[in-house]
């Protein structure tokens, strides 16, 4: 395999600069003012700045350089990064439980997912409110306006995204390139006024802060974790950009501007430790309205890129669900013909839009959003470092000692940051907890119902040589066409293809029993479809799809005719697909509040046959009613 040329390489660098980074490089507009705001920050003397300033230091080095850029990206599956991916990395023995249970590391992996989709929400909410806040520095008396105008931002970014982001995702790169060039020279010219502020670089400063301040300074710790807010993106886009574009362009720019970002503004305050300086010590390095207003611009345009980026990555964390079998079906649109990772997922838009807009409106000022932000990222990093055990322990094949050792290492930052923002819960915290302990629900009642309906579905079924035996005892009368019966299990006779028999007592001359299998793997390189005779005119076909990919049932089924040998046209086919009633009563195995959450997603589920791109004139439902 060749290696990518060096312009490919520069474009890659280029594109992670615009879509990875996003996050986490527009941390410095809210983080140190966080940091050393009244009610919970650390007054700006020369000790606690230095001490802040080495905290935020290590914690990106520790979280960001140490632990995802050095150990979790090299959990790739088949290139791939992100929760679920690592969580489909774990042996299926540890993850898989039995009909209507649930193993702990699924609902660990199902809970940092929730949490992801809580992060989707508030990111774009506290970016864009804390960057269009630096026009209360530059127009005092416009500060009226910052809410109406951000909620008006938001608008028109969740509007667009139907339209794609091809064409304006070009200018993602430059646009944060020129971002993080700007805040590191602003950050360099303060530095070069109290060059003695790097000393910070020291973990000496950070001890003594703790030494001084001790369970204050351990509280500091909800604020210091906005610095590496955005660090899951780095693995979770990992298949976009690959491993060494993501390492380049941290080491060699975002971290040097970052740095340079944070401590600029520690130099500020030891050398202007004024009120203004201390209500926004980032726009405080602007010098003059020119500049701000510039700034101000800038950084509402690096706050949109976050915000789409994680937008972006909440559309492909639906895909994912959905296809692992963790939510249920939703509309998937693509919006690129060339690159397959654009997708639009209407109904995941507009509830992460509703609820952005509402957090906007809720807490008003980013100082407010930055409690709730803090939780929902200590959460999914204390979850990924578990899950990251797992797979280096039983799919590595690591020693105990080796992989302990590095979760203990990961365990006593994670811990340490979610329980600093534990106290916070009460003051914003509560709402990504809130977010997630809903979408954790909805998603174990579907994996849990889904189970059990397979259960329920393979025990109804026959296998297929008594079910061969009966049609011919029963004289089925075959006509031409081919029919096509989609299943959970082609081993069976699915149950509808046997109320197919009894009650219409006609079947086509042949009949495709099609399974889609979707393996715990992002991409089908090879071996994608199977075809194997059953007899008498029965075919079971297994098509085999990864979890980034979207199903073509007609596409597979044409294959499959190939195979076969027939060739029928693709508007002669029928498919037969059950449709089940949940209902909700007091029998079954599936009770109380997961069977009402189980048969209203069932319910409000996308069609089978839109899902897989089946026309729905070919196709015909039988439907059954069943309680769980």
């Known amino acids: 395999m060749t290696s990518p040329s060096k312009e490919a390489r520069l474009t890659l660098a280029l594109g992670a600069l615009g879509v990875v980074y996003g996050d986490i490089g527009t941390s410095p507009l809210y983080a140190l003012k966080e940091c050393i705001a009244p009610g919970h920050g650390l007054d700006p003397t020369h ?22 850029l050095v150990f979790i990206l090299r959990a790739d599956n088949d290139g791939e990064g992100g929760i679920l991916a690592l969580l489909a990395l774990v042996p299926k023995r540890l993850r898989a439980g039995g009909p209507g249970r649930i193993t702990v590391l699924a609902l660990l992996g199902i809970a940092g997912a929730a949490l992801l989709y809580g992060d989707g929400m508030i990111t774009p909410a506290i970016s864009v409110l804390s ?47 020129v971002w993080f060039l700007t805040i590191g020279v602003l950050g360099l010219i303060q530095i070069v006024k109290h060059p003695g502020i790097l000393a910070a670089i020291s973990p000496h400063y950070a001890v003594q802060l703790f030494a001084e301040h001790g369970g204050h300074a351990f509280l500091l710790l909800g604020s210091v974790i906005l610095v590496v807010t955005g660090g899951e993106a780095l693995y979770a886009d990992m298949g976009h950009f690959g491993r060494k574009p993501i390492r380049i362009v941290w080491l060699t720019l975002v971290k040097p501007a970052l740095v340079l970002a944070y401590f600029g503004q520690g130099a500020l305050l030891l050398g202007n430790p004024t009120a203004t300086v201390r209500a926004n010590p980032f726009y405080a390095m602007a010098e003059g309205q020119v500049l701000t207003i510039f700034l101000v611009v800038l950084a509402t345009c690096a706050t949109i890129i976050a915000s789409q980026a994680l937008i972006s990555g909440v559309y492909s964390l639906t895909q994912q669900a959905v296809q ?55 959460g999914t990093m204390t979850v990924t470092s578990l899950l990251f055990y797992f797979v280096a322990r039983y799919t590595w094949n690591w020693s105990v000692a080796k992989a302990g050792s590095l979760l203990a290492l990961f365990l006593v930052v994670d811990l340490a940051f979610l329980a600093a923002n534990s106290a916070k819960v009460m003051s914003g915290g509560w709402v990504p907890l809130a977010i997630g302990l809903v979408i954790t629900v909805g998603m174990v009642a579907w994996m ?7 259960d329920y579905l393979h025990r109804s079924g026959r296998d297929w040589p008594s079910f061969l035996s009966d049609c011919t005892a029963r004289g089925i009368t075959r006509v031409p066409g081919v029919a096509v019966f989609l299943t959970s299990d ?54 085999r799809y990864g979890f980034m990919e979207r199903p073509n049932v007609p596409v597979m089924v044409d294959q499959a005719m190939k195979e076969i040998g027939l060739a029928q046209a693709r508007t002669s086919v029928v498919y037969f697909m059950g449709r089940e009633t949940h209902l909700v009563t007091n ?25 897989f791109q089946i026309p729905p004139e070919q196709v015909i439902e039988m439907g059954m009613q069943l309680d769980l």
């Open 47 to 68: 000790d606690n700045v230095m001490g802040i300033l080495s905290l935020v230091f290590w914690a990106m080095t520790l979280v960001v350089t140490l632990k995802y």
């Open 131 to 177: 960057a269009v806040e630096g026009l209360e520095v530059a127009f005092p008396g416009l500060q009226h306006l910052v809410v109406p105008i951000t909620v008006a931002i938001l608008v028109v970014v969740f509007a667009i995204q139907r339209f794609g982001t091809g064409r304006i995702g070009r200018l993602f790169g430059p646009v944060m390139l």
């Open 324 to 378: 692992l079998g963790y939510l249920p079906r939703f509309a998937i649109r693509h919006t690129s013909a060339k690159t397959e990772g654009q997708i639009y997922v209407p109904a995941i838009n507009w509830i992460i839009a509703i609820a952005t807009i509402a957090l906007v409106l809720s807490f008003r000022q980013s100082s407010g959003l930055a409690a709730a932000y803090g939780i929902a990222v200590a």
């Open 448 to 454: 849990v119902g889904r189970s059990l309906l397979a």
């Open 490 to 543: 082609a081993d069976r006779a699915p149950t509808f293809l046997l109320r197919h028999q009894t009650d219409i007592g006609v079947m086509h001359e042949h009949v495709l029993i099609l399974n889609i299998e979707f393996p715990r793997q992002p991409w089908i390189r090879s071996e994608r479809l199977e075809v194997a005779p059953i007899g008498r005119g029965f075919h079971k076909v297994r098509a």
């Open 587 to 611: 029998k079954g195995n599936l009770a109380g509040l997961l069977e009402h959450v189980f048969a209203f997603m069932a319910r409000n589920a996308l069609p089978t046959s839109l899902y």
